[in-house]
């Protein structure tokens, strides 16, 4: 099993930026894209952005566009989320995935949550 480890979750203030990280054991993110998903209190897992695997093309829920931003450091087997200026509605656990590029996007693996927490 492979096993994906977050990073970086918080209290935050809205306004303020965050940066999450996802760390993934040998070459899994050369081999998968990478994606991230979070679920609100009370609420389903919610897609919020993706990064292929090659190139690098990114796609994001239209509800974070313009705010966060998707990056991976394949050298050290990294993606990461910048989150910035957060909204109280941007409260969840955030989860990272290996994914599988397809339409839509189809999880391999999962990692075990981070949580962000803004208040307004």
């Known amino acids: 099993q492979v096993q994906l480890v977050e990073s970086g979750g918080g209290l935050v203030q809205a306004g303020d930026s965050l940066r999450l990280s996802c760390a993934a054991p040998?070459?899994?993110?050369?081999?998968?894209?990478a994606g991230w998903f979070r679920q609100a209190p009370g609420k389903e897992r919610m897609f919020v952005g993706a990064?292929?695997?090659?190139?690098?093309?990114?796609d994001y829920a239209d509800s974070v566009k313009g705010r966060f931003t998707i990056s991976r450091d394949n050298a050290k087997n990294t993606v990461y989320l910048q989150m910035n200026d957060l909204k109280p509605e941007d409260t969840a656990v955030y989860y990272c995935?290996?994914?599988?590029?397809?339409?839509?996007?189809?999880?391999?693996?999962w990692g075990q949550g981070t949580r962000v927490t803004v208040s307004s």
């Open positions: 995935a290996a994914l599988y590029d397809t339409d839509p996007w189809t999880v391999s693996y």
């Open positions: 990064i292929r695997r090659n190139g690098g093309g990114t």
């Open positions: 040998g070459r899994i993110f050369s081999t998968y894209a």
